[in-house]
């Protein structure tokens, strides 16, 4: 039997790129979806005919009956998070058992992990990320730190027991003397979280076997990424990133398939940009012409509700996202966020001291240097909401999507011209590169 086929849906920007939707369409023909970094600092928004989802922590496949969701080892799980998410689904009627797993090598969010980032968020002379306040962070601190407390030790009861003591000595010290934060009783932390383990139990499983296995049998995988190339911790814009490899490299280590077993990487761009929270941001719109982009694009957190930074399109951070990710495919969302201009400008290139450079700066302060230069690119002026195929795209459009190829040397796969699930446009080539044949554009459906 042939292996099943794989993608990495990876952001290529700073984040909320439209990445749950793009999962939720490719789910018309992928069989299982795995998380492979971040936690419930993501917020993914799923629309489908009218009715709004929103995921966190659980993969896009739970929207579609029959395909599996799994949570990868390299999430960090907050299990009160988790259990709410799962609760506020079944309300809505989506069929959970059966469906979704946990890795038993997934690491716990602790009550301490929020107070420690907390405190550091506030502290003087630290610099201010501007975080989801969600203990991102400090679980993957303890992570690396080896100190964690992984999914599978949350369900040894004497193990647990243990371990909250220990670290809440630990970290009420810690706390205390840096951020003069108030203890955490373990007592109560204990109770709540063996609790908790106790109706996670079903979900947990060795998901590294269970993906490879699926793999084997011919079933096809997305790894669904979270948060996006210029927030990964190591090629993103360090120190204002996230904690986890949110880059296509963390589906490997973050679901314990071999990069080998990767066949596509495919990023998600908006057509211009945003970002929430701290740090660089090259593009950035700082005028009415930001507000405007903001204001068109619904651009507020989908969790946290913060309004995001908005700007154009930043080609140079797209093609290092290119070069981070391997991406061979694009997919452009909100395109339809551009449909009242007449004139887009694009950032082509940059400038440090008077000099143009390939190069993204490795530091933050690096990119205060940066001097974007622009195009001007033809708007189109026409409402594309409805439009379900290539050809039907206004002219300009269609030249705005090859200029990104040709600047890139990405090919653009999908576009997306509104939040629902059906607002999608699929190239042919796309469709039949990546062997996906019973996907269909939903205008072909009718
Ligand atoms: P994610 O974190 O990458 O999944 O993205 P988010 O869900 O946080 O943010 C994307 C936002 O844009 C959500 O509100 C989506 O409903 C919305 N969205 C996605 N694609 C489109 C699109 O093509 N057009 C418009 N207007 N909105 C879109
Ligand atoms: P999705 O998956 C956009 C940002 C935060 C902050 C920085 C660090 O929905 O695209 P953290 O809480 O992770 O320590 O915060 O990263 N951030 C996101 N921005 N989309 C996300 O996820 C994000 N997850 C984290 O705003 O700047
Ligand atoms: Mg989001």
């Excluded at 003591?165 to 979280?193: Q, T, V, W």
């Excluded at 490795?362 to 050809?391: F, N, S």
Aim: with cysteine; hydrophobic share 40%.
């Amino acid at each position: 039997m042939n292996r099943g086929r794989t993608a990495v849906i990876v952001g290529a920007q700073w984040g909320d790129e439209g990445k749950g939707k793009i999962v939720d369409v490719l789910t018309q023909t992928f069989s299982v979806v795995a998380r492979y970094a971040g936690g419930h600092n993501a917020g993914h928004t799923v629309i489908i005919n009218g009715k709004k989802f929103i995921l966190q922590l659980v993969p896009g496949g739970i929207l579609r009956p029959g395909c599996i969701s799994v949570i990868g080892n390299g999430v960090v799980l907050d299990p009160l998070a988790f259990l709410k998410e799962v609760a506020s689904l079944r309300d809505a009627g989506v069929q959970i058992d059966g469906n979704l797993f946990i890795s038993n090598r997934a690491q716990v969010i602790l009550p301490y992990h929020r107070m420690m980032e907390l405190g550091a968020e506030n502290a003087p002379g630290r610099v201010k990320i501007g975080t989801t306040s969600r203990g991102i962070g400090p679980a993957y601190e303890d992570k690396m730190g080896r100190r964690g407390l992984r999914v599978a030790d949350l369900l040894d009861t004497a193990l647990l027991r243990t371990h909250i003591e220990n670290a809440c000595r630990e970290k009420n010290m810690i706390g205390h003397a840096l951020f003069n934060s108030d203890p955490l009783d373990a007592d109560k932390m204990f109770k709540e979280y063996s609790d908790a383990a106790q109706k996670i139990a079903p979900f947990v499983c060795d998901t590294a076997l269970l993906l490879n296995q699926a793999i084997a049998e011919g079933k096809s995988v997305v790894f669904e990424g979270a948060q996006g190339t210029m927030l990964d911790i190591d090629h993103g814009t360090y120190p204002f990133v996230t904690s986890s490899s949110a880059t296509s490299g963390g589906a490997v280590t973050g679901t314990g398939v071999p990069p080998t077993s990767i066949d596509t990487v495919i990023g998600i761009t908006k057509a211009y940009c945003t970002r929430v929270g701290g740090g660089p941001f090259p593009s950035e719109l700082l005028d009415e012409q930001g507000e405007d982009l903001r204001k068109r694009g619904n651009e507020f957190g989908a969790v946290t509700g913060r309004p995001r930074r908005t700007g154009w399109l930043d080609l140079p951070l797209l093609r290092y996202a290119g070069m981070i990710n391997g991406i061979s495919w694009l997919v452009v969302t909100k395109l339809d966020v551009l449909d009242h201009l007449t004139e887009i400008p694009v950032c082509v290139g940059y400038k440090i001291d008077g000099k143009a450079t390939a190069e993204v700066p490795a530091q933050a302060c690096g990119y205060e240097k940066i001097e974007c230069l622009y195009r001007k690119m033809p708007g189109w002026a026409t409402p594309t909401q409805d439009v379900r195929t290539l050809e039907g795209l206004p002219k300009p459009a269609r030249e705005y999507l090859t200029f990104i190829e040709k600047e890139t040397g990405a090919r653009v796969g999908m576009i997306s011209t509104g939040p629902d699930r059906e607002q999608t446009i699929l190239v042919p080539e796309f469709v039949s590169q990546l062997g996906l044949k019973e996907i269909k554009s939903p205008a072909a459906r009718a």
